[in-house]
């Protein structure tokens, strides 16, 4: 019997949003100075009246934009570090501990980035499927490759990832709106499970 697992990150498995964190965690100074100057434009996403991907990458960029890949890969080993296992639930860890590996395939399918969430699908022993960063010449351009990994796009990256392979049961996690399309598609979708 082969199995896929898909979880995804922020909420499901963690307690907390990890973009806010790490962003943060990263340079706590310019961080406060930038949400004060995004405050309109999440005020907007609530009302769904801007582009998630557009908010996101500005804020993103804002604060990480033109930092070298050096630098954000060691401060993405130090956010690690510093929250592992903390910020993950402790079921959900328990959960991920008892996968058996040899029948089971499993990915960690995250809008986040993959700048401070590849350190956590190692940990978890997944693949990651992620909102990409794109760095050019070491340096970070503030942009994605390609789209932001929500909703539709995150079945579209599994659909990628596994084109090649069989499974009898695939098995999904997940705790918003945004992992609906993939829930949907699996054999099981559990929503808030690990709450």
Sequence with gaps: MKK???FDFDGTLTYKDT???????????????QFLK???LFVLLKLKLADTEKVKKSFIGSILKGQTQEKIEKKSRQFFEHYYPKIVRENALDFIQNIDHNNTYSLLVTASLDIWTKPFAEAFKMQLISTKAEFRNGVFTGNFVGKNCNGNEKLVRIQQEISNHKYDKIIAFGD???DKPMLKWANEGHYQFFH
């Design 176 to 178: 918003t709106s945004g």
């Design 4 to 6: 896929l697992y898909c």
């Design 19 to 33: 973009m806010f964190m790490y962003l943060k965690f990263y340079d706590p100074t310019r961080f406060r100075l």
């Design 38 to 40: 995004h405050v309109p």
